[in-house]
């Protein structure tokens, strides 16, 4: 069935040390009625205070911020929905872009990290996801070889879970870059 | 059981004679001062602004602008041209994050507030970095965004501290000494962040910015007054008195109390008592019209400038009638 190919892969992030195996390399929220500056600015300084957020770009009238970190950054995706929280705001999605090593076990994929881990979907509520072919042959390729060091971005689902999702929009060996 | 048609003439004539019952009990606010001129375009160069939020104009007629997204401060003549700018990116002295407000003390300086960097800072006319006062000292132990400034004739230093929802004031040498205002809605007292400050008739103005309404306190802190919505709860609305977003206010030689009414792109002029006497703007980019207007003052004049954020830009208007009030 088309359904078991939904690769529920389970990647953990380690985000300490860049030359570990995993690290959030950027990130794009989406947040609702921010339009007013006191409020675009108290949330680009509630997320600068987050550890290891390296910049933040508010993009006002699109409601959009756009994070970079810095190398070994710790930040989890609690941390940000609690930056924005704090800001007075409601995190609607987010985006990540994160490094790691694919790994097997027990029949998923995951990359263990003590911080955050991310179950890695292909599909999105039994649909197919926003991935294209290209990216889904990658995927397949390097879980063939048994694993190896992968960047991958995609929205982030379950936010609130132990094991927030992030659906594959793009993924790529990380020697490819 | 009257017809149909009859029944919706009758509901129609009832809520004329409402009307008109209203409107004669409301006088019309008089008509909004001319429009004289306007500059800004948006960008980084000299005399470009990116992000305008505050402004504060000297005693000589000096325009300050705080030009927060470029992070810096830029001075203009009264008609606009591009005098100087100072800052840059960054937390040392004489640098800021998003610089929000200024004001001027009774010896010319320029306080700054910032809300990324949590401090006021203290500069020279030309730029010079004299001093910083951070919310040390005060229950919070901090300020959380720093949005406005205020020197109060006696010298106290007042600062709305946005996330904290109050404002804090420090003695002339920078202690820190009360708290003005609790964090909440609708009653008096309560406020939810603060925008601007002003001065008028020995009380102390606030924009009390998302409570979408003006509260007037003692310098020791009672609330005294209030309007904006019903009966001054804040209730937002676009009915002439109320806000959506109050985020600017200045008070002039004669104590009249001007508004950036944020979210209604216009400016709302009271008597220090709350009576409507104009407004004047409405959304748009032609001269005299605004996107999302944050703050203004009121030049030696009696001009009229106010930051126009949304269109990256200051726009100047002639003084109002001696009369208006």
Known sequence: MRANLIASIVLGLLLHGASASGEVLSAELQVNGLSCPFCAFGIEKKLLDVDGVRDVEVFLDEGRIDLSFQPASKATVADLEEAVAKAGFELAALSLEVSGELLEEGGGRFVAHPALTLRLLEMRDGNAGPASAETIRRLREIEARGGGSVVVAGAVEERGAAEPSLVIQALEASEAR | ?325
């Open chain 2, 1 to 325: 059981m009257r017809p149909p048609a009859l029944e919706a003439t009758l509901r129609v004539g009832l809520l004329v004679a409402v009307g008109a019952i209203v409107a004669g009990c409301t006088p019309a606010p008089a008509p909004g001062p001319k429009h004289l001129t306007v500059w800004g375009t948006s960008g980084s160069a000299p005399g470009e602004l990116r992000q305008p939020i505050g402004i504060a104009v000297t005693p000589s007629g000096t325009v300050f602008v705080a030009d927060a997204g470029n992070h810096r401060v830029q001075a203009f003549d009264a008609d606009g041209h591009f005098l100087r700018a100072f800052g840059a990116r960054g937390k040392e002295p004489g640098e800021f994050l998003r610089p929000m407000d200024l004001n001027l003390d009774a010896q010319g300086r320029l306080y700054v507030a910032e809300h990324g960097g949590d401090r006021v800072q203290v500069f020279t006319q030309d730029g010079e970095p004299l001093r910083v006062v951070r919310g040390e000292g005060t229950p919070a132990g901090a300020f959380d965004a720093a949005a406005g400034v205020l020197v109060s004739p006696s010298g106290e230093i007042f600062v709305a501290d946005f996330y904290n929802d109050r404002v804090v004031v420090f003695r002339e040498d920078g202690a820190f000494d009360r708290v003005v205002g609790t964090p909440g809605r609708v009653l008096p007292g309560r406020l939810h962040y603060p925008t601007d400050l002003d001065w008028v008739d020995g009380q102390l103005v606030v924009a009390d910015a998302y409570n979408n309404r003006i509260q007037l306190f003692t310098p020791e802190g009672e609330a005294v007054a209030r309007w904006g919505g019903l009966l001054g709860s804040g209730l937002p609305g676009d009915a002439p008195g109320s806000f959506r977003v109050a985020t600017g206010v200045a008070v002039d030689s004669l104590g009249r109390i001007y508004v950036a009414d944020f979210e209604n792109h216009r400016i709302q002029v009271f008597t220090s008592a709350g009576e409507l006497l104009t407004l004047f703007g409405s959304q748009g980019t032609k001269p005299g019209e605004f996107e999302r207007p944050t703050d203004l003052d009121i030049g030696p004049d009696g001009r009229i400038y106010v930051v126009d954020f949304g269109n990256d830009r200051v726009q100047a208007f002639a003084p109002l009638s001696k009369e208006m009030r």
